[in-house]
């Protein structure tokens, strides 16, 4: 017999460590009011959106509410599943509303975002939800975006040497192959993809639309001009 209170898809749900968990609490607390019954909801990737699905999940279990999910990546669907959250997709249904967090967010509302690799399953669901409320915690506002952390950069294996050369047009201070943390080789999105993760001297408007214009880039961390709200402490 499975004992599925130790099993698999609990330790995949996060066990470890939430850095600034206490304000991440917060922002997930309040979102969870804005869940109606027949929603359709986006559910984005990492530790804040964890909490925040926890904290949705208990409300739509303690008022009976008719709730449907889709989520932005295999981690989102298996903490899905693992809460007891209906999963859809795309394919079948659009989103009502999602919440996601962030890596960096400017005074501007745009945002860094990809540091769990989902960058393109997260951007498709945002651009297909009329809002998307972002959590985070203070940490995450900077007055210049992508000088803490660097843009993640989703490319197709085929096409690294091109847009590595591309790239040299662009105000790049350096291009970094994002590797596994045992270093045996690069890390690969749920496509089969890997990660160039880029520091920018300067990011403007139309640096996403400049990117996305590479042949081979599938997708970049950028999210610049998406209708969200910012949810913070
Ligand atoms: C994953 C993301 C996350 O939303 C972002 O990295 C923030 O993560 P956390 O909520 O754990 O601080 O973009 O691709």
Redesign the pocket.
């Known amino acids: 017999d499975v004992n599925w209170k130790n099993s698999l898809a609990v330790q995949a749900t996060w066990s470890g460590e ?2 600034n968990r206490r304000a ?1 609490e917060k922002v997930a607390d309040e979102v969870s009011r804005y869940v109606k019954n027949g929603d359709v909801i986006g559910v ?7 909490l925040a699905l926890e904290k949705i999940t208990q409300r739509v279990r303690n008022e009976g509410m008719n709730v449907t999910a889709i989520p932005t ?1 295999k981690e989102a669907e298996m903490n899905c599943s693992y809460f007891g959250l209906p999963t859809s997709s795309l394919i079948s249904v659009q989103p009502d509303w999602g919440f ?4 960096e967010v400017d005074e501007n509302n745009r945002l860094i ?7 393109f399953a ?1 951007k498709l669901v945002m651009a297909s939800s009329s809002k998307t409320y972002i ?1 985070i915690d203070e940490s ?1 506002r900077v007055h210049q975006l992508g000088k803490k952390f660097t843009v993640p950069v989703e490319v197709d294996p085929r096409a690294i040497h091109l847009v590595e050369t591309k790239l040299t047009r662009f105000p790049v201070e350096h291009v970094r192959l994002r590797m596994a943390q045992s270093k045996d080789g690069p890390v690969l999105t749920e496509a089969g993809n890997v990660i160039l993760d880029v520091g920018f001297n300067n990011i403007g408007d139309r640096l996403e639309d400049e990117l996305s214009a590479i042949p081979g880039i599938i997708e970049t ?1 950028l999210f610049i001009g998406y209708s969200v709200e910012i949810l913070t402490v």
């Open positions: 939430i850095s991440k984005g990737s990492g530790s804040t959106s964890y990546s996601d967090g962030a890596d975002k990809g540091r769990g690799g989902a960058l997260e959590l995450k961390g």
